[in-house]
């Protein structure tokens, strides 16, 4: 019962993770004005003192510096995390730059690929194992992705990169085992220093987005919490989660950005995405129902009669 209140308050927690990260494009619209490398480093600035702020008022203090002793000493978790902040900086830039680049269809077809990876890794690095109807499943979507990319019309760059970022980098939290709150402050603490030479080099040469109480400033400091929110929800829950359970809610993500590309930023949606699209939900609900009992009891009956022919 104690486990079943934990899967359902993950697949929750990672519901809303991707409910937030299929609206960003919103927010992220309104630097336009502001380089995405200059976004970026906010970003990344912002997240780590919020999460520093978090660590304080929660009492973690001495949970990180347990944590930060024990990667010290297990290099490879050490090294893991160093590659976790690095991926998902690049991730976040390259996320940026395609949103106001007008390129938000293309952003939900790479978190539309990305799930996939995610099965992908799963089966074949952490040696989860799929039903018949989830393989089909996921044969389904990955046919829709497929031909998607093959009549894009060009090669879809930013997707792939998004794609394969975001799915290494949930590997990384597979491995590294962090807490949510304290391996995000972690993550943060590694790249800041990076941010903060960045913002001295920016300001020092008069070159950098007018500091204080303008709109666009507190909306960059802002980065910081829509950046750490959904991030600590999808920590906790890829915990709690396999990552094939992950990659179907992860189709929340890319559905609510390709709604936003098409109907609010007018970005065209032709016959190829609604043949694509009709191939990956078809998928989506194959998987959401494989689990139920009559396709449990169909599945077995199949496995039976192979069974059969190959005793024959």
């Given at each position: 019962m104690v486990e079943l209140k934990s899967q359902t308050k993950a697949t929750t927690l990672a519901t809303l993770a991707f409910v937030l990260w299929g609206i960003l494009p919103v927010y992220w619209k309104c630097f336009s004005q502001v380089p995405a490398y200059e976004v970026l480093a906010h970003r990344i600035w912002?997240?780590?003192v919020f999460m520093v702020a978090l660590v304080l008022?929660?009492?973690?203090t001495r949970t990180l510096a347990d944590e930060v002793r024990g990667l010290v000493a297990q290099k490879r978790r050490l090294a893991g995390l160093a590659l976790g902040a690095t991926l998902i900086s690049f991730n976040?830039?390259?996320y940026i730059w395609a949103v106001n680049n007008d390129r938000v269809v293309e952003s939900s077809l790479g978190y539309y690929i990305n799930p996939l990876l995610n099965v992908l890794i799963g089966v074949t690095i952490l040696r989860e194992r799929l039903s018949?109807?989830?393989f089909l499943?996921?044969?389904?979507?990955?046919?829709?992705?497929?031909?998607?990319?093959?009549?894009?019309g060009s090669f879809p760059a930013v997707a792939l990169i998004l794609a394969g970022t975001m799915s290494v980098y949930g590997l990384t939290k597979k491995v590294t085992g962090l807490s949510a709150v304290v391996g995000i402050t972690l993550e943060t603490a590694l790249i800041a220093p990076l941010a903060l030479i960045f913002f001295i080099t920016l300001y020092t040469s008069g070159n950098g987005y007018p500091a204080g109480f303008n709109p666009t400033f507190l909306l960059l400091v802002g980065a910081g919490i829509v950046t750490s929110v959904p991030l600590i929800m999808f920590a906790f829950s890829l915990n709690q989660l396999s990552l094939t359970v992950m990659g179907v809610i992860q189709y929340v993500s890319p559905t609510l950005t390709l709604c936003l590309g098409?109907?609010?930023f007018n970005e065209p949606f032709t016959r190829t995405h609604l043949i694509s699209f009709g191939f990956i939900w078809?998928?989506?609900i194959l998987f959401t129902i494989a689990r139920t009992p009559p396709l449990v009891q169909l599945e077995r009956h199949i496995s039976r009669r192979l069974a059969g022919f190959k005793n024959r």
């Open positions: 912002w997240s780590f008022i929660t009492g973690r976040w830039l390259t018949l109807w989830q499943a996921v044969l389904l979507a990955a046919v829709g992705v497929l031909y998607l990319t093959v009549n894009y098409v109907f609010v078809g998928g989506l």
